[in-house]
Nanobody, 128 residues
Framework: QVQLVESGGGLVQAGGSLRLSCAAS????????MGWFRQAPGKEREFVAA????????YYADSVKDRFTISRDNAENTVYLQLNSLKPEDTAVYYC?????????????????????WGQGTQVTVSS
């Protein structure tokens, strides 16, 4: 049984920082890519960042590039999302997700529909 458990969300002032964690269990994830997505009220779920568990190559949405950093700890089976210079528009529920990496990875890593496993989400609220 695959489980993804997010933690680390909270309320922070604009300009502040948070670190989100996603603890993965239930299988070997070396062949998986991990994504972070977010969803604000009334909006569609959007891609934030992704990382390939093997090799560690990272990918970011333009809106968060240079502010957010995705990383992984193979020993702990945990993926992190460091959020810096937060803005009110970053307010959303943040989800981590897992998908098997194939040769077509670059065509689908941004698409939340492609992901097979999801965490329950963690709320990030940024006040102005």
């Amino acid at each position: 049984q695959v489980q993804l458990v997010e933690s680390g969300g909270g309320l922070v002032q604009a300009g502040g920082s948070l670190r989100l964690s996603c603890a993965a269990s239930g299988r070997t994830f070396s062949r998986y890519g991990m994504g972070w997505f977010r969803q604000a009220p009334g909006k569609e779920r959007e891609f934030v960042a992704a990382i390939r568990w093997s090799g560690g190559r990272t990918y970011y949405a333009d809106s968060v590039k240079d502010r957010f950093t995705i990383s992984r700890d193979n020993a702990e089976n945990t993926v992190y999302l460091q959020l810096n210079s937060l803005k009110p528009e970053d307010t959303a529920v943040y989800y981590c997700a897992a998908v098997l990496v194939t040769s077509a990875w670059v065509t689908y890593y941004r698409n939340y529909v492609a992901y097979d496993f999801w965490g329950q989400g963690t709320q990030v609220t940024v006040s102005s």
